[in-house]
């Protein structure tokens, strides 16, 4: 921690003593952003959404990093988090086509295009490829709004497909990555990312609407192909231990219903506030699941050589759940403006036997092949125990203090995240620690999030050797 207090108590001095007055929950430039209406009423529009965020990292490195073929135990680094561009039309009340593109996890020395390696014009870390997140067409069977005889429809029902993002198993996994209250997601909330679906999207036909208070979104999808090899050791193919390889790939099924007690949640878009920064009553209670049956595969037989395991595999169904509840609320005098954000979610995974899965958001690190001392069994940089077969529990909290005057400044909210991860691979659960701030300087629209996070590290399934710790300093713009 000491190697970044430097730098958290720079940036704590600018934004509090830089800061020039502004609304704190949106933007009067920004209005209702970037749209076109098609006729006066604004009834038939295209809008469009662009965002930025670029982080500022400084992170302990996993015992046997190397960076582009130089041993390091620190990396800091400048990246772009996501770039983004979304656009949706609506020109009937029972159509809708959208589209989002952009690029994710470009740093020095990864994230480059197809091919892009060594030095030069195409070398490492360069020249990314956009490619599109999400594009589906909707069809409103009962729209919201007024039915014929006058009165506002309480049930609404949309069917839609395409590449989409209308998911279970949680609120999390359909998070909206404008309005996170950390500064990211915890990322085992998608957690089939870029194995089986493309950047958490899936192709697939989806339902989703109101019943009253409770808000419903179900699904039915073609995963993406996988083919990892069984784990070998030595001559012999490890038994009993899951990979994603599904084959032909079954068809998956999964949704997600919410209650909302309170003020009722728009879902044009699926996705899922972070924090209202003190705009909405909101208490959610919600559960998921998602089932792929034959997603995964184990060898059953020990001591077989690895020239012929196809015939002694066992495939195993995916099977993933989870139950949550998020709570933001204003507290205190209303000129205050004051208010908490709690959200806490309970994860089951099962994938196979021994499914484990490691990975570290843009990760430029490789193995260090000379490294002689113990390894962290996750891998090098900032690599972790990501999802296995097993649970998770994740609560976040974070409390937006009041306005110093009438005329809003900056808003600052201060939060705290903790992850408990008890997988079957692993012997030990793990703890996860993160503690940061919102420097709202536009709410939403601009921000800067500080936030220092640690991370066991594991040098074999059943030891825990101490912790590593991240930095990470984002600058957000969306408009």
Known sequence: M????PVILLV???????????LGQGSMDYGGGLKVNINPEGTKYVRFI???QIWFRSMETNPGTSVNGAPTENISDVMARRVRFLAYAQITPRYLIMSHFGINNQTFASGGGSATSGTGGYGQGK???????????????IPAGKNASGNTNKRTLYLGAGLHYWHGISRMTSASTLNFMAVDAPIFNWPLIENSDQFARLFGIYAKGK???LEYRVNYNKPFATNLALPVSGTSVVPNVAVDNNGASKMSYGGYLEYQFLDQEANVLPFKVGTYVGTKRVFNIGGGFYTQPQGTQSFVREGAVTTSPSSNTQKHTISLMAVDAFLDMPVGKPEKNMAITAYSVYYNYDFGPNYLRNLGIANPAQADPAFAGQR?????GNARAFVGTGSIWYTQAGLLLPKATEKPKMRIQPFAAYTYKNFEALGKAGNYYDIGANFYLDGHHAKITPQYSTRPVYTDRNTISGNKGEFILQAQIYL
């Not at 509090?16 to 007055?21: D, E, L, M, R, S």
């Not at 490829?129 to 409103?140: K, V």
């Open 376 to 380: 962290a069994l996750a891998g090098p």
């Open 2 to 5: 000491k190697t970044y207090l």
């Open 50 to 52: 662009i965002w930025n």
């Open 12 to 22: 704590s001095i600018f934004l509090v003593n830089g800061a020039q007055p502004v």
């Open 211 to 213: 019943l009253g208070k």
């Open 127 to 141: 020249k990314p490829q956009i490619f599109f997140h999400d594009f589906w067409n909707e069809y409103a069977v």
